[in-house]
């Protein structure tokens, strides 16, 4: 049987996301193996793409239409999509993505609907050549890339207009930020050497961000652990840790432990202990430490419940990386705008609270735990730690000098640091730092 189009495939994964709430790694997985592998990067790009700028397709795609289609022809729907974006990213080959989408809805199956797709099409194609901007008249939600729940708790926290910029720079191609463990000028050379740009990252002394983004193995030293893939945001936490030689350090939700492996770099003579609560992902942490050839102690268990694994030695540091809204990094994982809802906020806000207090307990007087979200909510960062200042009077927020984010405070106390995705930049995080008297 003649394998699918990447436009058909395109299709299908999407299917598996927007319909079934597949994750786009796992969906990708199962959709790739069927593709050509000179298509595979294709699918990629374009599933990507449409998930990135889903809410502003969608509207196009909705006032192009004379009537909805039939739930029973999602993959029409979604086909659509895929067709909208080629022709909203490359232009001068317009009417040959026409044909493609076509030419896919026979391949699915679907020959009923290419009469539909190439007159929507190619109305789509004529207002791009007589420069109509098929976004003006759409909702500011969908104008921002970002579902309208999304819009809606970004703008109470931080007014529209940000909401708007923080849609569009999350709706952005994202560099690939390599972490260097030695001296990032001489790595920088020697990829220089071998005919691969990249450029120092603004604020982390580490990072390098590699003009094209290509595979880990053709990077130099990458197997020995010289150099990992890491964004510029998650490389400040080895400062924030304030690390020095003996100290016990507890990475409490570590896989897939890029963070442990950066802690273990820059100070080799810690005593780390790694807990995650996932089995397979902690099977990553272990990997990423055997590439560095470093060690720590890891236990799969509930950074909330530390009765269960805690030898009750205390720490001098710690780091509470928890899992989060993920908003921060939405740029990488655009399924989550898919996949989040609303209610999972709460939940999720609940969890960290409970993470937090658990931990607070196993951290020495006088040690430092370091409170970190890849969240651009409010109610996960800052607020989360002045609820968190309320209910432990042992506990203060250290007030960062760094020339990165915004200081949060609430009356005039301050409470972390809210890092906003930047394009072509870093991603969206939170750091506060919590000192035990
Ligand atoms: C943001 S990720 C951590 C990323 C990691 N620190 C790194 O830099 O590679 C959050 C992690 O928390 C884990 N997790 C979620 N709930 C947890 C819990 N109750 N206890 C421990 N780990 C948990 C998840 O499995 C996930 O691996």
């Known amino acids: 049987m003649p394998r699918l189009s990447p436009e058909a495939l395109t299709a299908q994964l999407l299917l598996s996301v927007v319909g079934q709430g597949v994750s786009l790694d796992a969906a990708l997985g199962r959709v790739l193996s069927q593709a050509q592998p ?17 809410e502003a397709l969608v509207f196009w795609r909705d006032s192009l239409l004379e009537r909805p289609i039939p739930a029973k022809s999602a993959i029409i729907a979604l086909l659509l999509l895929v067709g909208l974006e080629r022709i909203r990213g490359a232009r001068r080959e317009a009417s040959r993505s026409v044909n493609s989408a076509v030419q896919a809805a026979r391949e699915l199956g679907h020959p009923w609907a290419t009469g539909l797709l190439n007159a929507v099409l190619r109305r789509a194609v004529r207002q791009i050549e007589e420069g109509v901007d098929p976004f003006a008249q759409a909702p500011s939600a969908a104008g921002a890339r970002l579902p309208q729940w999304l819009f809606d708790a970004l703008t109470v926290d931080w007014g529209e207009a940000r909401a708007s910029a923080l849609g569009s720079a999350l709706a952005t191609h994202p560099p690939m930020t390599l972490r260097v463990a030695g001296d990032r000028a001489a790595y920088g050379e020697q990829l220089s050497s071998i005919e691969i740009e990249a450029n120092p990252t603004a604020f982390s002394t580490r990072g390098l961000n590699l003009v094209h983004p290509m595979d880990v193995d053709r990077l130099p030293g990458f197997a020995e652990g010289q150099v990992s893939v890491q964004d510029e945001a998650a490389q400040w936490v080895v ?128 040690g430092r735990m370091v409170y970190a979200t890849c969240s651009i909510l409010d109610r996960e960062n800052s607020a989360q730690v002045a609820a968190f200042l309320r209910r432990h009077g042992d506990a203060r927020a250290l007030p960062l000098s760094v020339d990165w984010g915004e200081p949060r405070q609430i009356d005039g106390q301050f409470l972390g640091q809210q890092v906003f995705p930047v394009s072509e930049g870093h991603d969206g995080f939170f750091y506060a730092v919590l000192e035990k008297n």
């Not at 000179?38 to 889903?54: D, F, I, N, S």
């Not at 990997?287 to 470093?294: A, D, S």
């Open 38 to 54: 000179v298509h595979r990067g294709l699918v990629q790009a374009m599933g990507y793409e449409v998930l990135r700028h889903y």
């Open 239 to 366: 400062d924030l840790l304030d690390l020095a030689p003996g100290q016990h350090v507890l990475d409490a939700c570590s896989a897939p432990g890029g963070k442990t492996l950066a802690m273990l770099q820059h100070q080799p003579e810690s005593n780390v202990t790694a807990v995650d609560i996932d089995t397979t992902r902690m099977a990553r942490v272990q990997e990423n430490l055997e590439r560095g050839q470093v060690f720590a102690r890891l236990i799969v268990g509930d950074a909330g419940a530390p009765q269960d694994w805690w030898d009750g030695q205390p720490f001098d540091r710690i780091l509470a990386d928890v899992p989060c809204s993920a908003t921060g990094v939405i740029r990488r994982h655009p399924d989550i705008k898919r996949l989040r809802r609303p209610e999972d906020l709460p939940v999720l806000v609940e969890r960290q609270a409970v993470i937090l207090d658990a931990l607070w307990s196993l951290l020495k007087p006088g």
